[in-house]
């Protein structure tokens, strides 16, 4: 089971942009698909995005348009960047594996990275 370290996160304003980045341990990466996803405080972590193998992407409605998901195997590295944000956006973001999109994950979680969004 790989691990996952999150980076990236910061406090920015409405309207700015951030990379995240998540680098995953171990081999095969490239066979995974990826997903990003974002916890608020009570809330259940929600799938934000997803790339699969042969990089097809996924967006949740909300962030169509402003997130960018990618990847870079040959660094374990998967990316999202996140422009235009909104307060809504406030949350910590999390990578992980997935059989599919909205599927059963496969490693556990990393710490996350904070990206807060405020004026």
């Known amino acids: 089971q790989a691990q996952v370290v999150e980076s990236g996160g910061g406090l920015v304003q409405p309207g700015g942009s951030l990379r995240l980045s998540c680098v995953a341990s171990g081999s095969m990466f490239s066979w995974h698909i990826m997903t990003w996803y974002r916890q608020t405080p009570g809330n259940e972590r929600e799938l934000v995005a997803g790339i699969t193998t042969d990089g097809t992407t996924y967006y949740v409605d909300s962030v169509k348009g402003r997130f960018t998901i990618s990847r870079d195997n040959s660094k374990n590295t998967v990316y999202l960047q996140i422009d235009s944000l909104k307060p809504e956006d406030t949350a910590v973001y999390y990578c992980?594996?997935?059989?599919?999109?909205?599927?059963?994950?496969?490693w556990g979680w990393g710490q996350g990275t904070q990206v807060t969004v405020s004026s």
């Open positions: 992980n594996s997935a059989t599919r999109f909205g599927g059963p994950l496969l």
